[in-house]
């Protein structure tokens, strides 16, 4: 089996990794970084529970090989909480009842992390595009974008200059 | 009442605990318990699961719908580095028995095939290796010589076919494994005298749940030490070893399955018992852990809950005013290729088959058939989403050919306030309710005088836009004789009538409340539920409670959330655990202050003398004391140390069927009602309908938290939709399911819910259950199918276009309006 070696930054930690080249990044963040927030739905492209952020961006950590993710900054689930305080993203899911069974969950904090990052007031209809790439069975969506409208005013509130980093 | 309901005698009501204003967690939308965990990414879910040495198990699945098996050659696969073992379905009849089965006399099925497949998807060979990504490799190296047999997909035609067409030879001459007829009360009297007799045929298509998590579970095997040790995503994990013990061949208490965070049920995790069996087996074939989980399309043809799939002939009897008398159907109900539940999705329906409706009798012919796909299970509604559709469509019907409104037609035939409990023609009752009063307050906030004007409106202008209006029953609580009671009376099989639900409460020393759990968490609120009632009966902060799930073996007495179960029967379990700690809390307490039992009280946390302020123990300090300090307390073993209390409780109030069945008894008592209102435009030229407009009313007893019921009715109404416009199993006429994925099996994204959602509650109690508190699981699903197709057909209306099977796609809705079209100019 052919085996890469490569860098990359995930959570603001620099991991260097030797796996196979045929490794999907979603096996690699759930196998070898042991970081099971990252979840598996349909490994096929569509659900995005898989979502991480890469370089700022919402991308399938299904539809990729690890490989490609070297020299990348990625942010999963595991990398929101600061301490013992909830991301205002997170915090946002909790107060507006955002989650259900929770599996999908960490898909639709990515994919929130990068629309507030880039629109920090979004309308109702911008909220629904930036999460129509995630399916929800559970919640019929309606709270999940109660919470991303409410986490909007958090960081507003907080002048965060950017969601997406851990420092 | 009917003659045929006077033995079926109402038992006396268990309530101890009655509604009342006033409470103080009860009815608060607190946050939820469970979250911080789950936001966090450390929720443990099954994939999640890793233990020492663990291997990893891939399939090989049938590609043909019905086959013999020739011949399997797996000796490639085997010679593949890092592969620990290939196996067949004769390999793993050698460490397992068939499944279990509800179906009376069962349908043989093992959880890997044996000598033929009845399906596409079926598991034919597995592969267990040091990784998954080997374990596929070899999958594909296994070599299956078939010889294929013909195919049964259409309905009609497989309830007919012989010879090589027959699915279970040896077990049923025919493909309809069941075929029995029912009459609750006068029903041909009824259709004698009737005025009028409104026929339909309705078909309902299959779709299933989709949770975003499949199934899964991780099985180790240990003949040294006591059997095996599983975990999986099954709600039933307390109840589970009894059923598959005897597969797994070990006795039950062999078998200790732990809990995981489920990832959505809907029903169709509700056994997961066939993933069981099938990776326990394969753990013992191949002596190391072994953990396998569904991939997406696996889930899609193998998991075995595939929803209902029935074609209805329907009959409703009205007298000359309008009034309904009697309802009656013959329907066939494709269940895929084996019977694991038997007819039970049917024996649900039973619950509320003639809605809110007073109506005298009923009538069934159920005929349950084999074909070559993926077996029944569970998916929200359980099968009476499909009646509460069924009646629906034909109250409509109804309305349309009497000429009247069919809101006044609904009114006229509802029962009235007055008339609860009110037993229904199968046996089971209605325990409260007010439906006139949903309706109306649904009728107000959706504006629906207002919105018939606006859409006769626009209707004159070209456009098509409708309303739709379903009033419709939310059984809940469920008893489990829905398993049985319409199999054949002289082979009812296995006549379950317990569904117990237990809790463990103790009084930790440092004065928090530890509680265990009997039913996992799948996406409900069971933790947050416990703290509220626990907060409110015991006068605690729900901060002070901690929460544990306990395994199989640890546990006692859980079925799980299913059938809308869980709010009301936990909450019986946390009333009966509160009164017996309240009786120690108090001796303990009592003699602490020096007074008398019966002349304290519970208070903010402590016991307190009665009528005095500063008199009070803190409960921690009563559990520091009663567990530390056993000389502080006379002797006798009501003062033994410690305070802690496993409690049980019981279905709140079930009735056996008749033994000649002439009614079912009480099974499902604990009704909700629910109002739905809707507004679409469809665009003729496409078949696409948009939602306008949508209004919800659902009344569910007494609510604990109102936001996570209305997170219920949220995402039930999002099922709702895509069941109606969007969801269906596509299979080709040669059993191949076409459409198994995540990109053409279409379920609704945020983008197709309505904008302007408006949901409303009225409480009318159960007086029945402590608080009055009523199920409310499944409600969106069971009555959004109903408004929204109500809505269609009224938006078509000058087209003419009827809509008599679910779902209603774009490509078949437009084919609908074509062939108005056409009939209209021929
Ligand atoms: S798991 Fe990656 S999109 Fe579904
Ligand atoms: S919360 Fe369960 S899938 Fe979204």
């Known amino acids: 089996m052919t085996t890469v070696s490569f860098e990359l930054t995930v959570n603001g930690r620099l991991r260097k990794a030797t796996v196979p080249a045929r490794m999907l990044l979603s096996d690699f963040i759930r196998q070898e970084l042991a970081l099971p927030g990252t979840h598996v739905g349909c490994e096929h492209g569509v659900c995005g529970s898989c979502n991480v952020v890469l370089d700022g961006k919402a991308v399938r950590s299904c539809l990729m090989f690890a490989v490609q993710a070297e020299g990348s900054e990625i942010t999963t689930v595991e990398g929101l909480a600061r301490g013992d305080d909830l991301h205002p993203i997170q915090q946002a899911f909790w107060e507006e009842h955002g989650l259900q069974c929770g599996f999908c969950t960490p898909g639709m904090l990515a994919s929130a992390q990068e629309l507030l990052a880039e629109n920090p007031d979004p309308t109702d209809d911008e909220i629904r595009e930036a999460i129509s790439g995630n399916l929800c069975r559970c919640t019929g969506y309606e709270f999940i974008i109660s919470a991303i409208r409410s986490a909007a005013v958090k960081l507003r509130e907080a002048d965060t200059e950017t969601t997406l980093q851990p420092t | ?826």
Not at chain 2, 56 to 71: D, T
């Open chain 2, 1 to 826: 009442m009917s003659d045929h309901l006077k033995s079926n005698v109402i038992p006396p009501s268990r309530q101890r605990e009655a509604p009342r204003a006033g409470l103080t967690w009860i009815g608060q939308s607190m946050m939820r318990v469970e979250d911080p965990r789950i936001l966090s990414g450390k929720g443990g879910y099954i994939d999640d699961i890793t233990v020492p040495g663990m291997a990893h198990a891939a399939m090989v699945s049938s590609p043909h719908a019905h086959a013999r098996i020739v011949s399997i050659d797996t000796s490639k696969a085997s010679a593949l580095p890092g592969v620990i073992g290939v196996y067949t379905g004769e390999d793993l009849a050698s460490v397992v028995e068939p499944c279990p089965s509800f179906a009376s006399p069962p349908i043989t099925q093992h959880a890997m095939a044996m000598g033929k497949v009845r399906h596409v998807g079926e598991v034919v060979a597995a592969v267990v290796a040091e990784d998954r990504y080997v374990a596929e490799d070899a999958a594909e190296l296994v070599e299956v010589e078939w010889e294929v047999l013909p195919a049964c997909v259409d309905l009609e035609a497989s309830a007919a076919a012989t010879g090589d067409a027959l699915l279970h030879p040896d077990d049923r001459e025919s493909n309809v494994a069941l075929d029995e007829s029912f009459a609750f009360g006068e029903v041909d009297r009824h259709f004698a005298e009737a005025h009028h007799i409104v026929k339909r045929r309705l078909r309902w298509q299959r779709s299933s749940a989709q949770a975003i998590e499949t199934s899964g579970v991780v099985a180790q095997f240990d003949p040294f030490k006591g059997g095996y040790t599983i975990h999986a995503n099954s709600n039933f994990y307390n109840f589970i070893p009894f059923v598959i013990g005897g597969a797994l061949r070990v006795s039950p208490g062999e078998l200790r399955i732990v809990p995981v965070l489920t990832g959505g049920s809907f029903g169709s995790k509700v056994f997961s018992h066939k993933i069981i069996i099938l990776t326990a087996g394969l753990a013992r074939l191949a002596g190391v852990p072994v953990k396998y989980i569904e991939d997406r399309l696996e889930h899609f043809t193998n998991s075995d809950s595939h929803g209902s799939d029935r074609l209805y002939d329907t009959e409703l009897a009205v007298a000359g005013d309008g009034t309904f008398t009697s309802l009656r159907f013959t329907v066939l109900d494709d269940y895929g290729a084996y019977l694991q539940f038997g007819v039970g999705t049917h024996g649900n329906a039973m619950a509320q088959v003639t809605g809110p409706y007073r109506i005298q009798s009923f009538g069934m012919r159920v005929r349950a058939v084999l074909t070559n796909k993926t077996q029944q299970g569970p998916y929200r509604g359980f099968g009476s989403e499909v009646t509460n559709w069924v009646m629906e469509r034909m109250v409509d019907a109804a309305a349309e050919e009497l000429g009247r409104d069919p809101v006044e037609l609904r009114v006229q035939n509802m029962i009235q306030p007055d008339q609860f409990p009110y037993m229904i023609p199968t046996g089971n009752i209605y325990d409260s309710g007010n439906f006139q009063k949903v309706l109306s307050e649904a009728q107000t906030l959706f504006d629906l005088d207002g919105w018939r004007k606006k859409a006769h409106a626009m209707r004159a202008e070209g456009r098509c836009v409708g309303v739709g209006v379903a009033t419709c029953m939310e059984r809940s609580v469920y008893g489990p004789t829905e398993w049985w009671s319409l199999n054949n009376k002289e082979t009812p099989g296995f006549t379950l009538t317990s569904t117990p639900e237990g809790i463990t409460v103790r009084l930790d020393p440092s004065g928090k409340l530890f509680v265990t759990l009997n039913s996992p968490m799948v996406g409900n609120s069971p933790e947050t539920v416990v703290a509220q009632i626990l907060a409110e009966r015991l006068t605690v902060a729900p901060e002070d409670i901690v929460f544990n799930y306990s395994d199989s073996q640890s546990g006692f007495n859980g079925v799980g959330p299913q059938g809308s179960r869980f709010t009301a029967m936990i909450a019986g379990a946390c009333v009966s655990a509160s009164i017996r700690l309240e009786e120690k809390l108090k001796r303990f307490g009592a003699h602490m202050l020096q007074r008398r039992p019966e002349d304290v009280e519970l208070r903010n946390g402590t016991v307190a003398v009665k009528g005095l302020k500063d008199q009070e123990k803190a409960f921690g300090e009563i559990a520091l004391t009663s567990s530390f300090f056993r000389l502080s307390f006379p002797d006798g073993e009501e003062f033994d140390s410690g305070i802690e209390t496993t409690a049980v409780y019981d279905h709140p109030l079930s009735t056996d069927p008749a033994e000649d069945r002439s009614h079912l008894g009480i099974f499902y008592p604990i009704v909700g009602h629910i109002c739905h209102i809707v507004a679409v435009e469809v665009d003729p030229g496409t078949g696409k309908v948009e939602i306008l407009d949508y209004a919800a009313v659902h009344d569910n007893g007494t609510m604990v938290n109102p936001r996570t019921l209305a997170g219920q009715v949220w995402g039930g109404t999002a099922n709702g939709i895509g069941t109606t416009l969007s969801e269906v199993f596509n299979y080709d006429e040669t059993g191949q399911f076409t459409n198994a994925n995540f990109a053409e099996f279409a379920m609704p994204t945020a983008n197709e819910m309505p904008r302007n959602f408006k949901l409303g509650h009225v409480e009318t109690p159960s007086p029945f259950t402590e608080y009055g508190i009523k199920g409310g699981g499944e409600g969106g699903r069971l009555g959004a199918p109903s408004a929204l197709t109500s809505a269609i057909e009224d938006a078509l209306s000058d087209r003419g276009v009827k809509i008599a099977s679910l779902p209603v796609t774009p490509p078949i809705l437009r084919g609908l309006i074509r062939s108005a079209e056409q009939a209209a100019t021929r």
